[in-house]
């Protein structure tokens, strides 16, 4: 029984991020950066610059940039 713990504490979990998607708009399937938004944790309202038509997008408080003013265009 010890020594089955002893390899539990021994085995590292390792992460990798195998691909990374861009975001999209659902409407038209454009890539759009995130960078020139102002994203809340919440609902935030984006037009996207292609089609124009407004979505929203929901942010959790896990999120990297959420709460992060980035420059806006």
Not at 42 to 50: K, T
């Amino acid at each position: 029984m010890r020594s089955s713990k002893k390899r539990c504490q021994e085995t590292e979990l390792e992460e990798r991020l195998v691909q990374k998607f861009s975001y999209r708009c659902p409407y038209c399937d454009e890539p759009i950066s995130y960078d020139q938004f102002y994203l809340r944790v919440g609902e935030n309202e984006i037009q996207c610059p292609s089609c124009k038509k407004t979505y929203i997008r929901v942010v959790a408080s896990s999120f990297p940039g959420a709460g992060h003013r980035s420059r806006r265009h």
